[in-house]
Nanobody
Framework: QVLLVESGGGLVQAGGSLRLSCAASTQTFSSYDMGWFRQAPGKEREFVAHINWSGGRVDYADSVKDRFTIYRDNVKNTVYLQMNSLKPEDTAVYYC???????????????WGQGTQVTVSS
């Protein structure tokens, strides 16, 4: 069992930045690929970014490419999402998730955090 706890969400003005963190309880964190997803009210959960176990492979949704950066620290068992140039359409609950198969499909992720709210005002 892997417990994931997100933090760092909040209210920010358009153009601002936030850094989300996701701390994992497992000592085998480095064996998991990690993803960030988001879900806005009335919408399906959507892929934001993912990173492989070593940090050597990353992938982003087109909507966040060049604005968001995913990275991880396998010593601290934490994955991060640096979000810059935030837009009102980035408003959502952001979730981190763990998988053993690097994919954009949320159904392939085995463990999920509880989510953290990000609200971007215009």
């Amino acid at each position: 069992q892997v417990l994931l706890v997100e933090s760092g969400g909040g209210l920010v003005q358009a153009g601002g930045s936030l850094r989300l963190s996701c701390a994992a309880s497992t000592q085998t964190f480095s064996s998991y690929d990690m993803g960030w997803f988001r879900q806005a009210p009335g919408k399906e959960r959507e892929f934001v970014a993912h990173i492989n176990w070593s940090g050597g492979r990353v992938d982003y949704a087109d909507s966040v490419k060049d604005r968001f950066t995913i990275y991880r620290d396998n010593v601290k068992n934490t994955v991060y999402l640096q979000m810059n140039s935030l837009k009102p359409e980035d408003t959502a609950v952001y979730y981190c998730a763990a998988t053993t198969f690097l994919t954009r499909n949320p159904g392939e992720y085995d463990y999920w955090g509880q989510g953290t709210q990000v609200t971007v005002s215009s």
